[in-house]
């Protein structure tokens, strides 16, 4: 024992801090991934926060934000894979409206890019944690 810690405590320490580096790398490789999608495929993207592509859009997404919600807290069953079925719920939603209604803004691929990531970053974490 090392001042009252274990070395099981310890080496746990050692994993966390590898899955910590391993995500820091892993979002780091995104937003690269991202800048070079931009250049690439000539994206325009828009400044600021998230703008909804017209009124149904932005209404529909509130109604699945808060369908899911509903969901999940009416069946406990469902409470661990609530992010995960709501990043790709919204993620795929949002990626088809900008497809439909600005194809020629590309911006569903980053879209596709992001919700593919934070679905990734849920993977590892639950894998590992």
Do not use: C
């Amino acid at each position: 024992m090392v001042q009252g810690i274990d070395k099981k405590q310890l080496n746990l320490g050692k994993e966390n801090q590898v899955i910590f580096i391993t995500l820091i790398a892993f979002i780091i490789s995104i937003i690269v991934l991202e800048k070079i999608m931009i250049n690439k495929f000539n994206i325009q993207k828009k400044k600021g926060l998230y703008k909804h592509v017209n009124e149904f859009h932005k209404w529909s997404e509130v109604a699945l934000i808060i369908a899911l919600i509903i969901i999940i807290f009416s069946n406990i069953e469902l409470r661990r894979y609530f992010f995960p079925i709501f990043l790709a719920v919204l993620f795929g939603f949002r990626a088809f409206i900008e497809w439909k209604y600005e194809k020629e803004s590309k911006v569903y691929i980053l879209s596709i890019l992001s919700g593919s990531a934070a679905l990734s970053v849920w993977i590892i974490l639950d894998l590992f944690l």
